[in-house]
């Protein structure tokens, strides 16, 4: 009688590598783009740093509260789940032996042709607004006193856009 010799392998995965702990605790620390440096995003990591520091800056000139302080508080808490989620991310590449997640290799053409310019022209006309409060030729103030013109104008967009696809 033959004896059958059954050699079980163990399968061990990497080591992630990245900690999304310490991603989260560099970027609750540090807000100024330490998180995705950690994460290996340096491009990343320098624009988190430019843009901590506007929103700093902007904390300056009384004219521009509140809606400074709601945009460094939402800049901060976006920028430490962005970086757990990178962490998370990085670690399931590695586990998968660096391939790449089926949904970042999925984008269907119409997501790529459907793409509308009004999110670019609302933040180009943003940011003109804001920079013009900036130089002190239109106060701050006034463009407070006008922020729901913004929430109309993306409403009426989404009207626009749903009654577009129904025809």
């Known amino acids: 009688m033959e004896e059958k010799v059954i050699i079980q392998e163990k399968v061990v995965l990497p080591k992630p590598r990245k900690s999304p702990v310490l991603a989260f605790l560099l970027s609750f620390f540090f807000p100024f783009g330490v998180g995705p440096f950690y994460n290996g995003e340096l491009v990343k990591a320098l624009i988190y740093l430019v843009v901590f520091a506007g929103l700093v800056t902007m904390q300056q000139h009384g004219d521009a509260q509140p809606f400074a302080g ?82 109309i104008v993306i409403g009426a967009k989404l009207i626009f856009d749903y009654l577009s696809k129904k025809d």
Do not use: C, H, M
Request: charge should be negative.
């Open 70 to 151: 709601i945009l460094i508080g939402a800049f901060y808490i976006f920028q430490i789940i962005d970086s757990v989620n990178v962490a998370n991310k990085i670690n399931r590449r590695a586990a998968l032996g660096g391939e790449v997640e089926e949904e970042e290799t999925t984008i269907s053409t119409e997501a790529v042709t459907a793409g509308s310019i009004f999110w670019g022209v609302l933040l180009i006309v943003l940011g003109g607004i804001l920079l013009l409060g900036n130089i002190e030729v239109i106060s701050y103030k006034t463009i407070w006193d006008f922020w729901p013109l913004v929430v």
